[in-house]
């Protein structure tokens, strides 16, 4: 019967009636309604305690990998750590190898590939979970330093999309390499231990604000003005003589000297040259072969009184990384074989040799492929072409300050579990990968049987803007490939916020995908 049929038997019942036939009624529509219509619900309202106790365990493992995981370098090193004591072992050219077997491969410091051998034949293809390490920053220009008014500076280039004036007035950390030319490599790191200095890109105060404030918010702040104020202390040199006479140049200065030399006019940035040397044992040309990124400094930390989220640096995509790589050496005797990525550059078009664009998956693949007797070309397409991918890329949470921008049946919220986008792109799906229905379909019941909370997205509103992530570059293979993650406030951001409902859901859901 339909409900207008119902809702007249309804009516048309006689008056002594008891009402239990009402209350069944009720009931019976109620079912039919959760039976036909779509009702995405938050997360925590599906949970008891003890699951409760879960999330929020397996958030502080989160938190832990947010701080030692600043930059995709460090990122690189964290997940190397975890696989090694998971019994994962670094692929070496000739090794045996065996469903079961567990092998990384780490492209260059910069970018990691993990896998299960399964008990099926590789040309059959493999389920592949793929993330990007690196965030939204700024980086130091290979020739940084500067002194202006007596205060030292080290320009920058800003990374991937930000706002610039989120940049400002906020602690930073510094943290990359530096690579001399006699061969050895040097670790930066100052910022994150309570006991370092921080940084900051300075602000005009709002009492001189006038003119700035009449910009708009790309113009507010000049990326060519996002320098790093880095020290404000004068060299003092004993028994430095100030002249303007000309003398004639050393055919060897020490670096020493050059440091007393540059104190004459420019002493604060001379101190900072022989701070630079004492503690690290660099000199200021080492910087043409360095590679050193600002990001804000500062622990992750629980946010909401409720400690019901997460807000640090860098969540777009380390949430997903962190989930991906957890659910990958959780992984055992896999019926397909299990893959891992961690990958590079993705904010800045997944270019270069670390980047997804690179051949560094499809050459991994065909090591491996070599190995277990799969031999040539033909192996290596047909590998690709049977697997199905997983995305693993954040998407933009709908936020009620901002809900202009977003068509809120088709947006992604906070603790509605893992986030499923079937196309990203701008405008008319413009750069989109857009996966087909039959492989949504698919992915529904490997969620559904394992349950997975989950819910899916677009980008915003149509026209709104758009992005784009790594899917279409996997896809090109022929393979299946979704974007799925979780949903971020403040994207790109210094500080993101993300539900610890939801990365468990995305950890889960991972889990489920590379266990199908």
Same mark, same amino acid.
């Given at each position: 019967?339909?409900? !207008? ?24 529509? =109620?079912?039919?309604?959760? =039976? ?13 305690? @003890? ?11 989160? =938190?832990?990998? &947010? ?46 590939? &993990? ?191 409720? !400690? ?53 998956? @499809? ?17 290596? !397409? ?33 603790? !509605? ?100």
């Amino acid at each position: 019967t339909s409900r !207008r049929q119902r809702q007249m038997c309804i009516r048309d019942r006689p008056s002594t009636d008891t009402g239990g036939a009402l209350m069944s009624e009720d009931k019976e529509l =109620k079912q039919w309604k959760e =039976k036909l219509f779509y009702q995405p619900k938050n997360g925590y309202d599906q949970i008891d305690a @003890e699951q409760t106790g879960e999330i929020f365990a397996y958030a502080e493992g989160y =938190k832990q990998f &947010l701080d030692a995981a600043r930059t995709e370098r460090e990122a690189v090193k964290e997940a190397i750590r975890m696989a090694e004591d998971a019994g994962f072992v670094p692929y070496t050219f000739g090794m045996e190898l065996q469903p079961g077997s567990k092998v990384y491969v780490n492209n260059r410091g910069k970018a990691l590939m &993990l896998a299960v051998l399964g008990q099926q034949p590789l040309d059959h293809g493999c389920v592949i979970a793929g993330a990007h390490i690196d965030s939204p920053r700024l980086d130091l220009k290979q020739t940084p330093m500067y002194e202006d008014s007596e205060l030292a500076y080290f320009k920058t280039h800003y990374y991937g999309g930000i706002k610039n004036y989120q940049w400002v007035a906020l602690p930073l950390a510094l943290k990359g390499v530096v690579a001399k030319k006699d061969g050895t490599v040097v670790d930066i790191s100052l910022g994150d231990d309570p006991a370092d200095p921080v940084f900051c890109v300075t602000d005009l105060l709002p009492h001189l604000g006038a003119e700035q404030m009449k910009k708009n918010g790309r113009e507010v702040v000049e990326g060519e003005s996002l320098d790093v104020l880095f020290g404000s202390e004068p060299l003092i040199v004993e028994d430095a003589e100030e002249t303007t006479e000309a003398k004639p140049a050393k055919k060897e200065q020490t670096y020493e000297e050059q440091i007393a030399s540059t104190a004459q006019k420019e002493a604060v940035r001379a101190h900072i040259m022989q701070l630079l040397l004492e503690r690290y044992g660099i000199e200021e040309e080492d910087f043409l072969s360095a590679e050193i990124e600002v990001v804000p400094a500062g622990d992750a930390r629980d946010c909401g009184l409720d !400690r019901s989220m997460v807000i640090g640096y860098g969540q777009d995509d380390r949430v997903c990384a962190y989930t991906s790589l957890v659910a990958q050496l959780a992984i055992e005797d896999p019926a397909r074989t299990a893959v891992c990525i961690l990958v590079d550059k993705e904010e800045i078009g997944s270019v270069g040799a670390t980047g997804m664009a690179s051949q560094f998956f @499809e050459n991994t693949m065909a090591e491996i492929l070599n190995l277990m007797g799969k031999q040539g070309d033909l192996a290596l !397409r047909r590998c690709l072409a049977n697997s199905s991918m997983l995305s693993s890329d954040v998407s933009a949470a709908f936020d009620p300050s901002y809900a202009s921008v977003f068509e809120p049946k088709n947006s992604a919220y906070c603790g !509605r579990g893992l986030v499923f986008n079937k196309y990203t792109g701008s405008g008319g799906k413009s750069g989109s990968n857009d996966a087909n229905a039959e492989y949504m379909a698919a992915l529904r019941k490997i969620m559904d049987d394992s349950g997975v909370k989950y819910q899916t997205a677009e980008l915003g509103r149509v026209n709104a803007g758009g992005g784009g992530t790594i899917a279409y570059i996997p896809a090109k293979y022929g393979m299946n490939v979704i974007d799925s993650g979780v949903a971020v406030l403040s994207m790109h951001s210094p500080w993101e916020v993300t539900s610890k409902a939801d990365i468990y859901e995305a950890y889960k859901g991972y889990k489920a995908f590379l266990s199908a």
